[in-house]
């Protein structure tokens, strides 16, 4: 019997929340491919919290966690169409250590020693400030929560490493608004609801993560009709990028962006296998040599950014890890339910108006109904 993903986003009862957490030099740089944050290290610092947790005695699962982006601060450079990275070298001025090989080495203008220099390395980074909420399971948990135990998972994460940032107290937002605090959700879709409609508004102003796998094979049969050729890949690419087109009829540049397509970015899910499992300490130079190893490559996917006023349950914003050992297939699920799409006839009736206008010239306005 084959493996299959759990894509409904496993029961939790109460939702932690850590507003205004600011995280200093996260890596950018997520995947081969694409540029942003990952929702695999804020997957791999849920898991970390729930270690901690069962090692304090706490029977406490936590089953999913949402990330909402409040500011942001790419450490690059932006020209007009590209963009660079600001690098620096570590430490700035030598090397102290002579064992060290570096390739390249200055004169001192003083001593006229020659002084050598740490190489550069290139990495990403971007600063942070985010509100993570976590779905947490626990029989033994009251219906208003633990404040002191949330306040310990707020210093555990303190003490932690995110995505290969630091985690700081935010300098710009007041203290009162860094505080933990609970979300009781009921067993009823109508009462998790009802209860989520109020919460969210605290989660304001940011934009949250969503998966839209959904318009992947949307776009890939929009291109099919003009490339018989193209692949999910090709579909991939064209949703990662603004394609513009030159009409002859209006006589302007058009983007397959219109307004209102929502915010769309490419997105890393997850891992796929490369190779069978590989006994720990069987392979050169790998961190762990007591832990199996595999090869393994990205999965990529697009993502949307939303306002959490725009989302309806608390598992539209959540995010799960899912595994298939068959396959080896590691994948983040998410919970978000997009809007349904309008009926073909409706859809066939509006491009046909819309091709309809195109091939009309403009006309001057009324001047009665200026």
Same mark, same amino acid.
């Given at each position: 019997?084959?493996?299959?993903? =759990?894509?409904?986003?496993?029961?939790?009862?109460?939702?932690?929340?850590?507003?205004?957490?600011?995280?200093?030099?996260?890596?950018?740089?997520?995947?081969?491919?694409?540029?942003?944050?990952?929702?695999?290290?804020?997957?791999?610092?849920?898991?970390?919290?729930?270690?901690?947790?069962?090692?304090? !005695?706490?029977?406490?699962?936590?089953?999913?966690?949402?990330?909402?982006?409040?500011?942001?601060?790419?450490?690059?450079?932006?020209?007009?169409?590209?963009?660079?990275?600001?690098?620096?070298?570590?430490?700035?001025?030598?090397?102290?250590?002579?064992?060290?090989?570096?390739?390249?080495?200055?004169?001192?203008?003083?001593?006229?020693?020659?002084?050598?220099?740490?190489?550069?390395?290139?990495?990403?980074?971007?600063?942070?400030?985010?509100?993570?909420?976590?779905?947490?399971?626990?029989?033994?948990?009251?219906?208003?929560?633990?404040?002191?135990?949330?306040?310990?998972?707020?210093?555990?994460?303190? !003490?932690?490493?995110?995505?290969?940032?630091?985690?700081?107290?935010?300098?710009?937002?007041?203290?009162?608004? =860094? =505080?933990?605090?609970?979300?009781?959700?009921?067993?009823?879709?109508?009462?998790?609801?009802?209860?989520?409609?109020?919460?969210?508004?605290?989660?304001?102003?940011?934009?949250?993560?969503?998966?839209?796998?959904?318009?992947?094979?949307?776009?890939?049969?929009?291109?099919?009709?003009?490339?018989?050729?193209?692949?999910?890949?090709?579909?991939?690419?064209?949703?990662?990028?603004?394609?513009?087109?030159?009409?002859?009829? =209006?006589?302007?540049?058009?983007?397959?962006?219109?307004?209102?397509? !929502?915010?769309?970015?490419?997105?890393?899910?997850?891992?796929?296998?490369?190779?069978?499992?590989?006994?720990?300490?069987?392979?050169?130079?790998?961190?762990?040599?007591?832990?199996?190893?595999?090869?393994?490559?990205?999965?990529?996917?697009?993502?949307?950014?939303?306002?959490?006023?725009?989302?309806?349950?608390?598992?539209?914003?959540?995010?799960?890890?899912?595994?298939?050992?068959?396959?080896?297939?590691?994948?983040?699920?998410?919970?978000?339910?997009?809007?349904?799409?309008?009926?073909?006839?409706?859809?066939?009736?509006?491009?046909?108006?819309?091709?309809?206008?195109?091939?009309?010239?403009?006309?001057?306005?009324?001047?009665?109904?200026?």
């Amino acid at each position: 019997m084959s493996e299959q993903l =759990q894509l409904e986003c496993p029961h939790f009862e109460h939702m932690l929340v850590l507003p205004h957490i600011a995280i200093h030099n996260f890596n950018a740089i997520n995947s081969s491919h694409t540029c942003g944050i990952s929702i695999t290290a804020f997957i791999g610092a849920m898991h970390a919290l729930e270690r901690k947790a069962r090692a304090a !005695g706490w029977d406490w699962q936590f089953c999913c966690v949402g990330i909402v982006v409040h500011d942001h601060s790419l450490q690059a450079i932006s020209s007009q169409f590209t963009s660079a990275l600001l690098l620096t070298r570590n430490p700035i001025k030598g090397y102290l250590r002579e064992d060290k090989k570096i390739a390249s080495s200055e004169p001192n203008s003083e001593t006229g020693a020659k002084e050598k220099f740490a190489p550069i390395i290139e990495e990403g980074r971007i600063h942070l400030t985010v509100t993570l909420t976590f779905g947490i399971y626990s029989e033994s948990m009251s219906g208003a929560g633990d404040a002191d135990k949330a306040s310990q998972v707020r210093q555990w994460l303190a !003490g932690m490493r995110l995505g290969g940032g630091s985690v700081w107290q935010s300098p710009i937002v007041h203290p009162k608004r =860094q =505080q933990p605090w609970w979300l009781s959700l009921g067993d009823s879709p109508a009462d998790r609801a009802q209860a989520f409609a109020s919460a969210k508004l605290k989660l304001l102003p940011g934009f949250t993560l969503v998966d839209r796998s959904d318009l992947l094979p949307i776009r890939l049969q929009q291109m099919q009709k003009t490339q018989p050729q193209a692949s999910t890949l090709d579909a991939w690419l064209s949703l990662c990028r603004t394609n513009w087109e030159w009409n002859e009829v =209006q006589g302007k540049w058009l983007s397959d962006r219109p307004k209102g397509s !929502g915010w769309i970015v490419p997105i890393p899910t997850g891992y796929a296998a490369l190779t069978h499992l590989l006994a720990a300490g069987s392979v050169a130079n790998a961190r762990d040599t007591t832990t199996p190893f595999r090869f393994v490559e990205s999965v990529y996917s697009v993502g949307e950014w939303l306002g959490p006023h725009r989302l309806t349950h608390p598992q539209d914003m959540m995010w799960w890890p899912q595994y298939q050992h068959a396959t080896g297939l590691y994948r983040c699920c998410n919970g978000y339910q997009p809007p349904a799409p309008a009926l073909e006839s409706e859809s066939a009736e509006t491009s046909a108006l819309a091709k309809a206008h195109e091939n009309t010239p403009p006309t001057a306005p009324d001047p009665a109904e200026a």
